[in-house]
């Protein structure tokens, strides 16, 4: 994921005041909630809670909206896993449900059933 570094600074220097028997990728996933505005993250969070106000007025002085710029990055990292993923030009038509059509949308046998 692609946060933008003012983010990555804040959500750092939140993770390095966390208590240290969680683990650092989980101190900076915890920053990064924070910072996004999740109430539950501050339980676990410790004294970083403390320190949230200062890091999101910080962030504020160099972007509008952090919580903004966090969604925006995760939905940017969807996007182009989704993109990757998939390709409509070599998909290739379910046998079992394009034989299924066949029988379902042939407008002769939908006339002579429905004439009964």
Same mark, same amino acid.
């Given at each position: ?6 983010l ?6 939140l ?28 339980a676990?969070?410790?004294?970083? $809670?403390?320190? %949230?106000? !200062?890091?999101?007025? @910080?962030?504020?002085?160099?972007? #509008?909206?952090?919580? /903004? ?16 993923? $998939?390709?409509? %030009?070599? !998909?290739e038509?379910? @046998?079992?449900?394009?034989?299924? #059509?066949?029988?379902? /949308? ?11």
């Amino acid at each position: 994921m692609h946060y933008a570094q003012p983010l990555l600074n804040e959500a750092d220097s939140l993770a390095k005041v966390m208590p240290s028997d969680i683990p650092l990728k989980q101190r900076r996933w915890l920053g990064l909630q924070m910072l996004e505005g999740d109430i539950y993250s501050r339980a676990y969070a410790g004294e970083a $809670s403390q320190h %949230l106000d !200062a890091a999101l007025a @910080r962030l504020r002085n160099e972007m #509008d909206d952090p919580a /903004l710029h966090i969604a925006d990055a995760r939905y940017q990292c969807i996007a182009a896993i989704c993109d990757v993923v $998939s390709n409509t %030009l070599t !998909a290739e038509p379910s @046998r079992f449900t394009t034989a299924v #059509d066949k029988i379902v /949308l042939n407008r002769f046998l939908v006339c002579r059933f429905s004439s009964l």
